[in-house]
């Protein structure tokens, strides 16, 4: 699939109207590339939500689905920000953080689905 930037911010902050704030709508399923994948033998998935402050401040959230108390990360999302960069440099965090190996340069091509 493939959607552009304003697009994918569009389904993650569906719902989260002018005095609404709270988690959007829609859900976004995003996987990590295959190399890495197989390499890891990944059993984890990923899911971004778009999350809105009382104070009417935007965020990309990325969920690392592992059980009941999954780790959630968030980007703050301005006009200028790049919802896939976002996306990479949470997927770097959680590599980091979980002693993930990893190949430079393939978390970009991370594929993402509506769900």
């Not at 569906?14 to 976004?28: E, T």
């Not at 896939?84 to 997927?91: A, K, P, R």
């Amino acid at each position: 699939m493939n959607m552009n930037n304003t697009e994918l911010k569009e389904i993650l902050f569906q719902g989260l109207s002018p005095g609404k704030w709270g988690y959007g709508f829609k859900r976004i399923s995003v996987e990590m590339p295959q190399e890495i994948k197989k390499m890891q033998k990944m059993q984890y998935t990923f899911t971004s939500v778009g999350f809105k402050s009382e104070k009417g401040e935007y965020f990309i959230g990325l969920r690392m689905n592992v059980d009941q108390r999954s780790p959630i990360k968030f980007r703050k999302c301005v006009e200028s920000t790049n919802v896939i960069q976002s996306w990479v440099e949470m997927l770097q965090e959680y590599i980091q953080d979980y002693k993930m190996k990893f190949i430079e340069n393939s978390a970009p091509n991370a594929t993402y689905r509506i769900i």
